[in-house]
Antibody, heavy 123, light 107 residues
Framework: QLQLQESGPGLVKPSETLSLTCTVSGGSISSSSYYWGWIRQPPGKGLEWIGSIYYSGSTYYNPSLKSRVTISVDTSKNQFSLKLSSVTAADTAVFYC???????????????WGQGTMVTVSS | DIQMTQFPSTLSASVGDRVTITCRASQSISSWLAWYQQKPGKAPKLLIYKASSLESGVPSRFSGSGSGTEFTLTISSLQPDDFATYYCQQYNSYLLTFGGGTKVEIK
């Protein structure tokens, strides 16, 4: 069945750019039925949606992070990626990639999640 | 932004108890609401979508209800595997937002 796997550095220095990749296996990222997203969770806290992308490259972002976020897709590698610039300690979190399906022509919930990857921002 | 408020934030219950968690939206979201279960160190798992539709493979003791601004997740008979944190999430707006979570603990 479809699986998602996050990868990237576990430690990023303040003011630098956090870069993560989500590899999709067991299915195609180019399916018209899904969007792909990033969600983060600071230690001991709740979930925050970062942004989402369609296989065509269409994106939408959380306005609170929009100035620092770029999400891109590489259909040839069945991957999508997250870049978060100018990070601070407040960006320390577990980052999840997830699939968002459509339901009756409308966007629905996140039905499949990666296991998550912890990223710490520290010098 | 649509704010999602969950309560209680913590709930102590025993195996076999009926448990209800409430999620309130700051404005109407129709039925565009999902519920997730998260265990420590694990990714969230989708339980309920479109407010009341049970995700495939999820036990029938879980149910969701509500529309507009008030929603509930009910566990009809709490099982040992159900001790976890539960989150609601609205997707009426392009800006997706989650509730703060409800931790279900063993009494």
């Amino acid at each position: 069945q479809l699986q998602l796997q996050e990868s990237g550095p576990g430690l990023v220095k303040p003011s630098e750019t956090l870069s993560l990749t989500c590899t999709v296996s067991g299915g195609s990222i180019s399916s018209s039925s899904y969007y792909w997203g990033w969600i983060r969770q600071p230690p001991g806290k709740g979930l925050e949606w970062i942004g989402s992308i369609y296989y065509s490259g269409s994106t939408y972002y959380n306005p609170s992070l929009k100035s620092r976020v770029t999400i891109s897709v590489d259909t040839s590698k069945n991957q999508f990626s997250l870049k978060l610039s100018s990070v601070t300690a407040a960006d320390t979190a577990v980052f999840y990639c997830a699939r968002r399906r459509t339901y009756g022509g409308n966007l629905d919930a996140f039905d499949i999640w990666g296991q998550g990857t912890m990223v710490t921002v520290s010098s | 932004d649509i704010q999602m408020t969950q309560f209680p934030s913590t709930l102590s219950a025993s195996v076999g108890d009926r448990v209800t968690i409430t999620c309130r939206a700051s404005q109407s979201i129709s039925s565009w609401l999902a519920w997730y279960q998260q265990k420590p160190g694990k990714a969230p798992k989708l339980l309920i979508y479109k407010a009341s539709s049970l995700e495939s493979g999820v036990p029938s003791r879980f149910s969701g209800s509500g529309s507009g601004t008030e929603f509930t997740l009910t566990i009809s008979s709490l099982q040992p595997d159900d001790f976890a944190t539960y989150y609601c999430q609205q997707y009426n707006s392009y800006l997706l937002t989650f509730g703060g979570g409800t931790k279900v603990e063993i009494k």
